[in-house]
């Protein structure tokens, strides 16, 4: 990978001021920038990326260090992902991610330390609960210590809740609650803090935007389990709110989303808004009606979380339509349009156009109240 120079990155944007947009060009969005907008009101906006997106498109590259103050790897992190065998981890994605952002003067979400989605499969194999432990600790105080002070915030444990599962504290019956019980959380959570004292500290989690029984029941298990890391004095700074929104799927209320921010806050952590998509697979096929279906989502929930001022960080999953999950159609198929076409979930197009969501995106913003950085 060749990192792009600022000079560099000040002269492709210049010469795309001045040139047509074709596709393979970044349109000159209107200025200023989302991350400028966004630092004007004390709130760091980034998006995740993937090393092949840095590594082999100039294009895309310049964009990203235009549009974003941060980037967080959307999957060169995970455990399963870096791990090839019991107790063996290959650091080279992650540290060309981490240097990629130090390069460019990019902030760095650590995402993630522990995913019981996303944990390799050794791990299962591992019997007895002192090797779980000892692995666990392993796995953090490596990631922890390896980058630290680079790191703005770490997800520690991605998604530990499932009140589903029909446990009292709402805790995800799944891998390491298996292996060490309900304590893994603090576990993981003392061990991050001692091997990076600066980085944030965050609980990220899904399912807590619309206005269901099952989002309610994962609001409240939020709640519970942030008063009670608090309550115990297991070191947590910021609670994600993961927000992988759709047109039309599920019913929305802006008065349960903003309550819950209310009372998130309440219990003094930061918030943050980290994996921001949203899909169209209930949209009709026509792109200018799509996206403007899209836009409104991005509109309707931005004005509810960015109107609570510990929301400090706004992370969307992807920047351009040329890069989504749920274009590459790798999971979560009820997203997926069932007509071929393309879908249009993120700020930019494939071409890197401006699309109306960003707009959405940016006035969002503007008409947040500011708030102190954190
Ligand atoms: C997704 C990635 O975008 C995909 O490339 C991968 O196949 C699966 O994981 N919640 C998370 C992210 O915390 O890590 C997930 O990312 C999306 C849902």
Same mark, same amino acid.
């Not at 050794?122 to 019997?127: A, D, Q, T, V």
């Given at each position: 990978?060749? *990192?792009?120079s +600022?000079?560099?990155v000040?002269?492709?944007?210049l *010469?795309?001021?001045?040139?047509?947009?074709?596709r393979g &060009?970044?349109?000159?969005?209107? *200025?200023?920038?989302?991350?400028?907008?966004?630092?004007? +009101?004390?709130i760091?906006? #980034?998006?995740c990326?993937?090393?092949?997106?840095?590594?082999a498109e100039?294009? $895309?590259?310049?964009?990203?260090a235009?549009?974003?103050?941060?980037? /967080?790897?959307?999957?060169?992190?995970?455990?399963?992902?870096?791990?090839? #065998?019991?107790?063996?981890? &290959?650091?080279?994605?992650?540290?060309?991610m981490?240097d990629?952002a130090d390069?460019?003067g990019l902030?760095f979400?650590?995402h993630?330390?522990?995913?019981?989605?996303?944990?390799?499969s050794?791990?299962?194999?591992?019997h007895?609960?002192?090797?779980?432990?000892?692995?666990?600790l %392993?796995?953090v105080?490596?990631?922890?210590?390896?980058y630290?002070?680079?790191?703005?915030s770490? &997800?520690?444990?991605n998604?530990?809740?499932?009140?589903?599962?029909?446990r009292p504290? #709402?805790?995800?019956?799944a /891998?390491f609650l298996?292996?060490i019980?309900?304590?893994?959380?603090a576990?993981?959570?003392?061990?991050?803090?001692?091997?990076?004292?600066?980085a944030?500290?965050?609980?990220n989690?899904?399912?807590?935007?619309?206005d269901?029984p099952?989002q309610?029941?994962k609001r409240?298990?939020?709640?519970?389990?942030i008063?009670?890391m608090?309550k115990a004095?297991?070191?947590v700074?910021?609670f994600?709110?993961q927000?992988?929104?759709?047109? &039309?799927?599920?019913? $929305?209320?802006?008065?349960?989303l903003?309550?819950?921010?209310?009372e998130m806050? =309440?219990?003094?952590?930061?918030?943050?808004?980290?994996?921001?998509?949203v899909?169209?697979?209930?949209?009709?096929?026509?792109?200018?009606?799509? =996206?403007r279906?899209?836009a =409104?989502?991005?509109?309707? $929930?931005?004005?509810?979380a960015? =109107?609570?001022k510990?929301?400090k960080?706004?992370t969307?999953?992807g920047?351009?339509? +040329?890069?989504?999950?749920?274009?590459?159609?790798?999971?979560?198929d009820?997203?997926?349009?069932?007509d071929?076409l393309?879908?249009?979930?993120l700020? $930019?197009?494939?071409?890197?156009?401006?699309k109306?969501?960003?707009a959405?995106i940016?006035?969002?913003l %503007?008409?947040?109240?500011?708030r102190?950085?954190?």
């Amino acid at each position: 990978m060749r *990192a792009i120079s +600022r000079r560099e990155v000040l002269a492709g944007t210049l *010469a795309l001021a001045l040139a047509t947009p074709a596709r393979g &060009d970044v349109e000159p969005s209107p *200025a200023p920038a989302l991350k400028t907008l966004a630092a004007q +009101r004390g709130i760091l906006y #980034g998006s995740c990326a993937a090393y092949t997106q840095i590594a082999a498109e100039d294009d $895309f590259t310049v964009l990203l260090a235009r549009e974003c103050g941060l980037i /967080v790897p959307e999957n060169e992190m995970k455990w399963a992902e870096m791990s090839p #065998g019991a107790g063996l981890e &290959d650091f080279r994605r992650p540290d060309q991610m981490v240097d990629f952002a130090d390069a460019h003067g990019l902030h760095f979400r650590g995402h993630n330390m522990l995913w019981y989605w996303r944990t390799p499969s050794w791990f299962f194999e591992l019997h007895d609960r002192k090797s779980s432990e000892q692995a666990i600790l %392993k796995r953090v105080d490596e990631m922890g210590r390896r980058y630290r002070g680079r790191i703005h915030s770490w &997800d520690v444990v991605n998604e530990p809740l499932n009140p589903q599962d029909g446990r009292p504290d #709402g805790l995800r019956k799944a /891998v390491f609650l298996d292996a060490i019980g309900p304590d893994y959380l603090a576990l993981a959570h003392h061990a991050a803090r001692a091997a990076d004292p600066a980085a944030r500290l965050v609980v990220n989690e899904y399912d807590v935007e619309y206005d269901t029984p099952e989002q309610d029941d994962k609001r409240l298990a939020s709640l519970h389990l942030i008063e009670a890391m608090k309550k115990a004095g297991t070191p947590v700074d910021a609670f994600g709110v993961q927000a992988h929104l759709s047109v &039309d799927r599920l019913p $929305f209320s802006a008065r349960k989303l903003r309550r819950f921010l209310s009372e998130m806050a =309440d219990l003094e952590v930061a918030i943050q808004i980290t994996e921001l998509d949203v899909t169209d697979e209930n949209a009709p096929a026509a792109t200018s009606e799509r =996206d403007r279906l899209v836009a =409104d989502q991005y509109a309707r $929930f931005l004005e509810v979380a960015l =109107d609570e001022k510990a929301v400090k960080l706004l992370t969307c999953w992807g920047l351009s339509d +040329r890069h989504s999950w749920i274009v590459r159609h790798e999971t979560n198929d009820q997203k997926w349009r069932r007509d071929g076409l393309a879908s249009r979930p993120l700020p $930019f197009d494939d071409a890197l156009m401006a699309k109306p969501a960003w707009a959405a995106i940016a006035e969002a913003l %503007k008409a947040a109240p500011p708030r102190d950085p954190g």
